[in-house]
C-alpha cells in the first residue's frame, strides 16, 4: 500500500492537550511517524499539503440513527457514510431504534452486512437492552455481544419497571458490556416539548422540568451503585444534573457521560416561532444551562460530545410543535457548529477533540481517537476558518432537517481519512 505524508500542519493531540506544527505518515492504514518538522524528506509517499490546517483524529459518533431496517427513505447507510466522511466523522456508533429494534444477533448481522457494504467509514452498531425496547424482557446480551454490538441502549425508551432494568444490569456487568441510558425520568417527561419556564409558558407549549433529567440520573447511579456495570449516560444538558455525574465519578463509579451538539451551541429562545428544526429530545434548555455544560465538557465531568443525528422526513417536522418529530441531522454539521466554542474561546481544540474522538473511542475500547505513532490513520483535516452559510439541500444526508440551515458558519473539512484512505476531499 502506498504511503501518503500529510505536510504542514497543525497537529492536535487531545491526549497531550497540545496543538503543534508538524507532518504525518500514514501507511497500511495505521499512523506510521509523526514529526516535528512540517515538511520532512520521506522516500516513496504520495505527499498531500495541508496549508497550515488542522489535522486531528477523526470523529468517534455514538448515537447514531440510521433508518435501516424500517425507515430507509429518511437515511441509508450509503448517505449516513456519505454525511459522517464530509463531516470528519470516521466511526459512527448506531442506535437500535430502528423498525424492528435491533435486538437479535440476526437483525444486527444484516446492519452490519449493509454497512460494510455501503459505508466509507467504521460503523460499529449498539443493540438493544431490552426485547422492542420495551423494557419487559432483556435481550440476549451474551449472543449480540458476539455478534458485534459494542454496548446495549433502549435509546430514549427509558424503562419504568427497575427491576427488569437492574436484571439487566446486573447480566452485562458480567459480560463486562458497557450500558448506555437516556436520563430522563419518564413520567415527568412525557410529552415534553420545551423546557419548563417563562419562554415554555409565553409560547404555550407542553414542558417538562429540568429536575426529570436529575432524577432519572439519580435512579441510574443508584443501580450502577447497586449492580457495578459500565454506565454511560448519553445526554446530560442541565446544571442540575452535574453534581450528581460529579459524585458518581468521585466515588469511583464505572461512569461516563455525553452531550449533544445542539445542547451546547441553541438554547431555548432558539424555538422562538415555533421552528420544529430546532425540536430536539431532551429539549433545548436555558442559556444558563448551555454555559454550564460547556463548563462541564471543558472541565472533563462530561466526557463525550455527539452529534445524535436523527434524520427525520418533512412530513414529520412540517407539523405543530407539539406534534413534530423530534431530532435533527448532524453528522456533516457537527464540526463546524462546534467550532463556535472554539472561535468564541469556550473551548479549545484539544479539548473540543478529547470529546469528539479520543474519549469515545477509550470508552469503546477502540484504537481510533488518537494522533499517535501505531494508531489507525483515521483523521480529519480542517480549516478552521473557512467561513461559508450552510444550505440544508447540499448536506449528504437525504433527510434534511437541520436547526442550521442558512447559519453562517466558520470551519470546513478539507479532506476525511480511514485506515489512510482519503474517503472524502473538498472540491
Given at each position: ?207 417538562v422540568s429540568s429536575m426529570a433529567e ?27 444534573a452535574l453534581p450528581a455525574l460529579e ?179 473538498s472540491a
Amino acid at each position: 500500500m502506498t504511503a501518503t505524508l500529510l505536510t504542514n500542519a497543525r497537529l492536535i493531540d487531545p491526549a497531550a492537550d497540545t496543538v503543534t506544527d508538524g507532518a504525518v505518515l500514514l501507511r497500511d492504514g495505521f499512523i506510521a511517524e509523526i514529526f516535528d518538522q512540517p515538511d520532512p524528506q520521506v522516500a516513496d509517499a504520495d505527499r498531500i499539503d495541508a496549508g497550515g490546517a488542522f489535522l486531528a483524529p477523526g470523529i468517534v459518533d455514538i448515537g447514531v440513527k440510521v433508518g435501516e431496517p424500517g425507515d430507509r427513505h429518511k437515511e441509508s447507510y450509503k448517505t449516513a457514510g456519505l454525511a459522517a466522511a464530509a463531516g470528519g466523522v470516521t466511526t459512527i456508533v448506531t442506535r437500535p431504534d430502528t423498525g424492528p429494534a435491533i435486538d437479535t444477533p440476526e437483525v444486527l448481522e444484516f446492519i452490519r452486512d449493509r454497512a460494510e457494504d455501503d459505508a466509507p467509514v467504521n460503523v460499529l452498531p449498539m443493540a438493544a437492552l431490552t426485547k422492542g425496547r420495551a423494557g419487559r424482557e432483556m435481550t440476549e446480551l451474551g449472543f449480540l455481544l458476539d455478534a458485534g454490538a459494542v454496548a446495549f441502549t433502549d435509546c430514549d425508551h427509558v424503562a419504568t419497571d427497575t427491576k427488569v432494568l437492574s436484571r439487566a444490569l446486573t447480566y452485562a456487568r458480567s459480560l463486562g458490556a458497557l450500558v448506555i441510558c437516556h436520563p430522563q425520568e419518564p413520567g415527568l417527561s412525557k410529552g415534553g416539548a420545551a423546557t419548563s419556564g417563562k419562554f415554555a409558558s409565553l409560547r404555550g407549549l407542553p414542558a417538562v422540568s429540568s429536575m426529570a433529567e436529575r432524577m432519572g440520573l439519580d435512579r441510574d447511579i443508584a443501580l450502577v451503585e447497586m449492580t457495578g456495570v459500565r454506565y454511560h449516560a448519553d445526554q446530560i444538558t442541565t446544571a442540575r444534573a452535574l453534581p450528581a455525574l460529579e459524585r458518581a465519578k468521585r466515588n469511583g463509579f464505572d461512569v461516563t457521560a455525553g452531550t449533544s451538539m445542539h445542547h451546547l451551541t441553541l438554547n431555548e429562545l432558539d424555538v422562538s416561532d415555533y421552528r420544529t428544526f430546532f425540536k430536539v429530545k431532551p429539549p433545548l434548555r436555558s442559556e444558563e444551562d448551555r454555559q454550564a455544560t460547556v463548563e462541564a465538557v471543558r472541565s472533563g465531568l462530561i466526557d463525550i460530545i455527539g452529534s445524535f443525528h436523527t434524520p427525520q422526513d418533512e412530513e414529520s417536522k412540517r407539523l405543530p410543535f407539539e406534534e413534530a418529530a423530534s431530532g435533527a441531522v448532524g453528522l456533516e454539521t457537527m464540526l463546524p457548529v462546534l467550532l463556535r466554542l472554539y472561535h468564541s474561546g469556550e473551548l479549545e481544540l484539544p479539548t473540543l477533540f478529547r470529546a469528539l474522538s479520543l474519549n469515545p473511542a477509550k470508552r469503546l475500547g477502540l484504537a481510533s481517537g488518537r494522533m499517535a505513532k501505531g494508531a489507525p490513520a483515521d483523521l480529519v483535516l480542517f480549516d478552521a476558518d473557512k467561513p461559508f452559510v450552510l444550505d440544508r439541500f447540499k448536506l449528504q444526508s437525504k433527510s434534511k432537517n437541520t436547526p442550521f440551515d442558512g447559519a453562517r458558519l466558520q470551519g470546513k473539512v478539507l479532506a476525511t481519512f480511514v485506515a489512510g484512505t482519503a474517503v472524502y476531499r473538498s472540491a
